[in-house]
């Protein structure tokens, strides 16, 4: 038997996943929302594909930006904002490219166009049951080559707000409650919008997690995980240009 391609089988725990934060949360409302973002993601890259390529596809990585836009808004979001933001998510993919490949994390740039343009509301459902999405996120970054990113990201999170931390006298291990364990182990990872070099992934995950650090400390009213996320997806052509240097040479 053929095995399940990485993309399949992150659609599969991000549905499975949902299924238990809906549960545990007894919010069924979540479950039809986040189907709302399924359908409306996976109907707007079959326009675009119909009108590039005049074929109907629906792809994985379609499925996967409306179940991460699904997840992030809030249950109570306005349905006709969440499939705008939808439609962005996916005309970035396929408008916004450079040598082939697209440059933004499509829901990122999706949510958080929205956030901007229309002041909707994020509330990052399931973000910090950190027993389950710490193991399977450490297999998916693991199987697309991304661990670098993680342990760049958790390494300069815990020096920045570690440091934060001290200073205030407040217990170091309250860090890694302040942490969004869903943006970190589903978004920051995305394979096509960060760096495929060693030292690209280490700088990315690094300047990530300062960004973030940064934009939280100058109190700025918008989303600063997607921001960061989004300004380091535009330093990825640069970052995988970078090469530790050799002995001798």
């Not at 199987?143 to 815990?158: H, N």
């Not at 600063?224 to 970078?242: F, G």
Request: aromatic fraction near 14%.
């Amino acid at each position: 038997m053929k095995p399940i391609s990485i993309k399949p089988q992150l659609a599969i725990f991000l549905s499975t996943f949902a299924l238990c934060v809906s549960f545990l949360d007894k919010d069924i409302r979540f479950l039809l929302v986040l189907l709302f973002a399924v359908i409306s993601a996976a109907a707007a890259d079959s326009a675009f594909t119909y009108l590039k390529q005049k074929r109907l596809a629906i792809t994985s990585s379609s499925l996967i930006s409306g179940l991460i836009i699904g997840f992030v808004f809030s249950s109570d979001q306005r349905l006709w904002v969440i499939c705008l933001a939808c439609v962005i998510a996916i005309g970035s993919k396929h408008l916004i490219r450079i040598k082939g490949r697209h440059i933004f994390n499509p829901a990122a740039l999706g949510i958080f166009s929205v956030i901007i343009l229309l002041g909707a509301t994020t509330q990052w459902r399931g973000t910090y049951l950190w027993y389950v999405l710490v193991p399977a996120g450490l297999y998916f970054s693991y199987k697309i080559r991304k661990l670098e990113i993680i342990f760049s990201y958790f390494l300069a999170s815990l020096i920045l707000f570690g440091g934060q931390a001290m200073l205030q006298k407040i217990n170091l291990l309250n860090v890694f409650g302040y942490l969004s364990y869903f943006y970190i182990f589903v978004m920051a990872i995305e394979p096509k919008t960060t760096p495929v070099n060693f030292l690209g992934k280490i700088v990315f995950g690094t300047l990530l997690a300062t960004a973030i650090f940064v934009l939280t400390q100058t109190g700025v009213k918008f989303d600063a995980e997607l921001c960061s996320l989004l300004i380091l997806n535009a330093a990825v052509p640069v970052l995988n240009k970078l090469k530790l240097a050799k002995k001798g040479g």
